[in-house]
């Protein structure tokens, strides 16, 4: 009786819910992920191609991990390199690398966006870029505090340290970016790190500054991955694969049905938009552990962008891609064939506007996009329909039917891309 009642609870309507009876017993769906992770291990095993491998056809910019005495060191540099500059009478300026979308390439052969080496001159003598060159002053002068202090801060409290200065966060963190590039390092290497995002939960030990995390006892929270990657060592895993999940919602459902335990996984998300915290844990989650990385997204043109960040990199991001893309991730759903395939209802899928089929058209011209066929087609079909679902859709057959039917039957049949 009491097994009736909690079928009843999870499926209302009594009925066996759509495609179950598909599912193969959980150990042959575990030999396929076995496989999977074999796989992946082998071909880890390979050199990664670097920037420095290929011979293109003009220089790139690329920045490298620094300890906090060389920051230091280049931050000195360069303002004896301006205060040459005035002395000498050429007056005051940063030599700024540009960032704009036309400075920025895709490299197929790296699957990843790098940044090309054009810079312009930000001068102070100068109404429209004054208070941009007065704001990198700052920065910089900030940085050198905290190289000197040897702490951390977030670029909220950056951001407080000047408000009358900065105005907007909008705005010390677009600096903040570009002095990491002109110093030749990744923020982290700065000092400055974002608040607490991203949770991870499942199949994965792990040492915080040295205490040691078991995110299988971590509840259905998780834990929030630390906004300083130096902290993260000693991974250990027995999981076979790394899930990521663009919604929250989705991923407290998995943590609280414990889907980790069913198929060894770990579970992690950045509840949106990635952070660079999360793009770094999941690199080196990734590298360190040799696991294949399957996402969860909603299948809407801003869950493939959300998964092609973690893939290929952002645009804003674009110098440091090396260190925060994670290759080869895998696309299992939702996918816009998956609609149909799975029988999604009409009042459970969206109607696209106009901005959504903008976004889906131009990413159907990005060339991370056209060197995946799979992702051209899908694309293509969601710009077609005009329709886009979240991951929530599929609670319209039972609270559990993600973790319970959907997941298990796409890795059964080893439907990602």
């Given at each position: 009786?009491?097994?009736?009642?909690?079928?009843?609870?999870?499926?209302?309507?009594?009925?066996?819910?759509?495609?179950?009876?598909?599912?193969?017993?959980?150990?042959?769906?575990?030999?396929?992920?076995?496989?999977?992770?074999?796989?992946?291990?082998s071909?880890?095993?390979?050199?990664?191609?670097?920037?420095?491998?290929?011979?293109?056809?003009?220089?790139?910019?690329?920045?490298?991990?620094?300890?906090?005495?060389?920051?230091?060191?280049?931050i000195?540099?360069?303002?004896?390199?301006?205060?040459?500059?005035?002395?000498?009478?050429?007056?005051?300026?940063?030599?700024?690398?540009?960032?704009?979308?036309?400075n920025?390439?895709?490299?197929?052969?790296?699957?990843?966006?790098?940044?090309?080496?054009?810079?312009?001159?930000r001068?102070?003598?100068?109404?429209s870029?004054?208070?941009?060159?007065?704001?990198?002053?700052?920065?910089?002068?900030?940085?050198?505090?905290?190289?000197?202090?040897?702490?951390?801060?977030?670029?909220?409290?950056?951001?407080?340290?000047?408000?009358?200065?900065?105005?907007?966060?909008?705005?010390?963190?677009?600096?903040?970016?570009?002095?990491?590039?002109?110093?030749?390092?990744t923020?982290?290497?700065?000092?400055?790190?974002?608040?607490?995002?991203?949770?991870?939960v499942?199949?994965l030990?792990?040492s915080?500054?040295g205490?040691?995390?078991?995110?299988?006892?971590?509840?259905?929270?998780?834990?929030?991955?630390?906004?300083?990657?130096?902290?993260?060592?000693?991974?250990?895993?027995?999981?076979?694969?790394?899930?990521?999940?663009?919604?929250?919602a989705?991923?407290?459902?998995?943590?609280?049905d414990?889907?980790?335990?069913?198929?060894?996984?770990?579970?992690?998300?950045?509840?949106?938009?990635?952070?660079?915290?999360?793009?770094?844990?999941?690199?080196?989650?990734?590298?360190?552990?040799?696991?294949?990385?399957?996402?969860?997204v909603d299948?809407?043109?801003?869950?493939?962008k959300?998964?092609?960040?973690?893939g290929c990199?952002?645009?804003?991001?674009?110098?440091?891609?090396?260190?925060l893309?994670?290759?080869?991730?895998?696309?299992?759903?939702?996918?816009?064939?998956?609609?149909d395939?799975?029988?999604?209802?009409?009042?459970?899928?969206?109607?696209?506007t106009?901005?959504?089929?903008?976004?889906g058209?131009?990413?159907l011209?990005?060339?991370?996009?056209?060197?995946?066929?799979?992702?051209?087609?899908?694309?293509?079909?969601?710009?077609?329909?005009?329709?886009?679902?979240?991951?929530?859709?599929?609670?319209?057959?039972?609270?559990?039917?993600?973790?319970?039917?959907?997941?298990?039957?796409?890795?059964?049949?080893?439907d990602?891309?």
């Amino acid at each position: 009786m009491a097994d009736n009642k909690k079928r009843r609870r999870t499926n209302p309507t009594g009925e066996e819910l759509p495609f179950k009876n598909k599912l193969k017993p959980d150990s042959m769906i575990l030999q396929t992920l076995k496989d999977l992770a074999a796989s992946c291990s082998s071909s880890s095993s390979t050199k990664t191609l670097t920037l420095q491998d290929l011979t293109l056809p003009f220089p790139c910019r690329e920045v490298a991990d620094l300890s906090l005495s060389s920051v230091e060191s280049n931050i000195e540099s360069l303002i004896l390199k301006v205060a040459h500059s005035i002395l000498s009478g050429h007056g005051f300026s940063f030599d700024v690398p540009s960032r704009s979308a036309a400075n920025q390439l895709y490299v197929p052969e790296l699957d990843r966006i790098v940044l090309k080496d054009k810079s312009s001159l930000r001068p102070f003598a100068n109404m429209s870029s004054v208070r941009k060159v007065a704001i990198t002053a700052r920065i910089l002068h900030l940085i050198h505090q905290l190289c000197l202090k040897s702490i951390h801060v977030t670029k909220r409290d950056l951001f407080y340290t000047d408000v009358k200065l900065f105005q907007d966060q909008i705005q010390s963190d677009a600096v903040l970016d570009d002095v990491s590039c002109m110093l030749g390092c990744t923020r982290s290497s700065l000092n400055v790190v974002a608040a607490e995002k991203g949770v991870v939960v499942g199949r994965l030990i792990f040492s915080d500054n040295g205490d040691m995390i078991d995110c299988t006892k971590m509840g259905m929270g998780g834990k929030a991955i630390p906004p300083n990657i130096d902290r993260v060592g000693d991974m250990q895993s027995d999981a076979l694969f790394i899930l990521l999940v663009e919604k929250d919602a989705a991923y407290m459902r998995l943590a609280e049905d414990r889907f980790y335990n069913r198929f060894p996984c770990i579970i992690v998300t950045a509840k949106g938009q990635p952070d660079v915290a999360t793009r770094l844990f999941l690199k080196k989650m990734k590298m360190e552990l040799k696991l294949p990385v399957l996402a969860l997204v909603d299948s809407d043109p801003y869950g493939l962008k959300i998964l092609s960040v973690y893939g290929c990199g952002s645009k804003n991001m674009s110098y440091d891609s090396a260190n925060l893309t994670t290759p080869d991730i895998k696309w299992l759903g939702v996918r816009p064939s998956d609609l149909d395939k799975y029988k999604i209802p009409e009042q459970c899928r969206l109607p696209m506007t106009e901005q959504d089929i903008k976004t889906g058209k131009d990413l159907l011209e990005e060339d991370f996009v056209k060197k995946n066929p799979g992702w051209v087609e899908e694309l293509t079909l969601m710009v077609k329909t005009k329709q886009k679902a979240e991951i929530q859709a599929l609670s319209t057959f039972g609270f559990q039917y993600l973790s319970e039917v959907y997941l298990p039957l796409k890795l059964q049949q080893k439907d990602w891309l």
